[in-house]
C-alpha cells in the first residue's frame, strides 16, 4: 500500500479514483445522497496534497445514520463511530483499500457549504492555492510524526483562506455547482 502520510504532487489519476468510488456510492445510496463531491486538496489541480481521496455525501438529515450506514459500508467502508466531529459521520477504507475519506453532512449545513465553497474558491486563486500548498509542506516537514500538530497546525492558514473566500463569494454570488457524480 502506498504511503499516504506525506504531501504528493498533484496527480490528475485523483480525478478518476473519486469519480470510480463516487459512481458506486451514487448507485449504492441512489436520492438518499443529495450530493457527492470530491473535496479536498486532491480535487484541486495543481495543489499539492496528501494522496487521500476525500469525498463528502450531502444527506437531508444527518441524525438518520440508518438510512445511509449500510450502503456505504456495502462499498466497503467502516463507519468510525469514534468520529469527536459532530458535523459530520465519518467512514473509512476497509483495512487493505486504498486511503479514502468519506465525510457524510447534512445538505445546507455550514460545514458542508464551507467545505465546497473552500474547494471552489481554491481552484479560481492559484496564489492562495500556492500559499495553502507551501504551508502544508512547512508543516509536514515539521511535523511527520505528529499528525494531530500537523492538522492543527493547517488552522491559521484554512481560515484566512476562509476569509477570502467568504468575501470572493459575496462578490460573485457563489452557489455550489452540480454534484459530481
Not at 466531529?85 to 460545514?111: C, I, M
Not at 509542506?137 to 492558514?157: A, D, F, I, N, T
Request: charged fraction near 30%.
Amino acid at each position: 500500500m502506498e504511503e499516504q502520510w506525506r504531501i504528493a504532487t498533484h496527480d490528475p489519476a485523483w480525478r478518476s479514483l473519486f469519480l470510480e468510488t463516487g459512481s458506486r456510492l451514487r448507485e449504492a445510496l441512489g436520492e438518499k445522497a443529495l450530493r457527492i463531491d470530491h473535496v479536498g486538496s486532491t480535487t484541486i489541480t495543481g495543489l499539492d496534497a496528501k494522496p487521500i481521496i476525500d469525498i463528502q455525501i450531502s444527506v437531508l438529515h444527518l441524525d438518520n445514520l440508518p438510512n445511509f450506514q449500510l450502503d456505504i459500508e456495502r462499498v466497503g467502508f467502516v463507519f468510525r463511530e469514534d468520529n469527536p466531529d459532530q458535523s459530520k459521520r465519518y467512514f473509512r477504507e476497509a483495512p487493505g483499500n486504498r486511503r479514502t475519506h468519506v465525510h457524510v453532512r447534512q445538505a445546507g449545513s455550514f460545514s458542508e457549504q464551507m467545505t465546497l465553497l473552500f474547494r471552489d474558491y481554491l481552484r479560481e486563486h492559484p496564489l492562495d492555492c500556492l500559499k495553502y500548498a507551501e504551508e502544508k509542506h512547512r508543516l509536514m516537514r515539521l511535523y511527520k510524526e505528529q499528525r494531530s500538530k500537523y492538522v492543527e497546525g493547517k488552522g491559521p492558514v484554512v481560515w484566512e483562506i476562509l476569509q477570502k473566500a467568504h468575501l470572493w463569494s459575496q462578490e460573485v454570488g457563489w452557489k455550489p455547482a452540480d454534484s459530481d457524480v
